[in-house]
């Protein structure tokens, strides 16, 4: 492992908002890791972090958790919301198979999916995470009514979502077939990370949506 990832896990494992391969935390989040009833945001298959440090940022009142199984990106996000001396941002490495052993029933109020990697071929569908699997796991912790939403650049999983929300009983509130090509005044939706700077200099449209369970 190059000596780079080694220092950034050594580093990572003494922050106190990150949270490594642990799943007594259900129904614990706001009584004892947040100490507040604001609602929780979760990025998944965050990279980075960089949009849940911007949500962050954005909604103080919130709270927000990032989660990923790969620790050395992570540590990007969980370093700058150290130095931001961001109370609402938390760190959760784990893989999202294991998300319900995590939260408990109604504990996320919401879900971001920002450019998850597609998974194109067939014989890896279930490990989109949109797939019927992975719904199945957000239904046990979203509260009724919690929103769902989707961020990428392939067409092709955008479209599989809209089918896997009809075949699965949701109800799609909102769809934008290029983002940065419409009059939305969502500010959530201009956050843009390395991956979506780059995929907006290759000329990729991006395209969102929300839906709810």
């Known amino acids: 492992m190059p000596k780079k990832k080694l220092i950034r896990f050594a580093e990572i494992a003494t922050f ?3 949270i ?9 989040w706001h009584s004892e890791f947040f100490h507040n009833d604001n609602p929780i945001t979760l990025e998944l ?3 980075k972090g960089e949009y849940t440090v911007a949500m962050a940022q954005m909604y103080p009142d919130r709270n927000f958790v990032g989660v990923d199984l790969k620790g050395a990106r992570m540590w990007t996000g969980a370093k700058a919301a150290l130095n931001l ?40 569908a279930k ?21 769902i939403h989707l961020k990428t650049d392939e067409p092709n999983l955008f ?15 909102d ?22 700077k780059r995929h907006i200099a290759d000329n990729r449209t991006i395209r969102y949506l929300s ?3």
């Open 16 to 18: 106190p908002h990150v």
């Open 20 to 28: 490594q391969m642990m799943t007594d935390m259900r129904g614990r």
């Open 45 to 47: 298959a965050c990279g």
């Open 85 to 124: 001396k961001l109370s609402n941002v938390a760190f959760l490495r784990m893989p999202i198979e294991r998300i319900a052993d995590c939260f408990g029933t109604d504990e996320v109020s919401e879900i971001w999916i920002t450019f998850p990697d597609p998974y194109l071929s067939q014989c890896r």
């Open 127 to 147: 490990k989109r995470l949109t797939s019927p699997d992975f719904i199945s796991l957000y239904r046990r912790i979203l509260r009724p009514g919690g929103l």
């Open 159 to 173: 479209a599989y979502t809209q089918k896997v929300i009809t075949n699965s009983g949701g109800h799609l509130v």
């Open 175 to 196: 769809k934008l077939d290029d983002v940065y090509g419409s009059l939305t005044e969502n500010e959530l939706l201009k956050i843009q990370t390395a991956y979506e």
């Open 211 to 213: 839906f709810h369970l």
